[in-house]
């Protein structure tokens, strides 16, 4: 799946589009490299995201192109 789509079916980040703006300004990094939208996420990946005012850090335990709402958080899991 998709860098941008798996972030916005996950409910990371709100919308695809925010998702795409994110990577195409270099604030994703999968597995220590920077990510374009289109790069391709699976399960056992580790994604950042670099915000201002920290970052955010988890590991991909599926990939599934629709969840509900309530079992989005059960795509990744936080890293400390």
Known sequence: MRTDKFLKVSRILKRRTVAREACEA????????????????????VVEILYSSGTLKFKVLAV?????????????????
């Open 26 to 45: 270099g604030k994703i990094v999968v597995n220590g490299r920077q990510a374009k939208p289109s790069h391709e996420i699976k399960e056992g990946d």
């Open 64 to 80: 599934k192109e629709v969840v509900k709402k309530d079992d989005a958080q059960s795509l990744y899991e936080i890293i400390a």
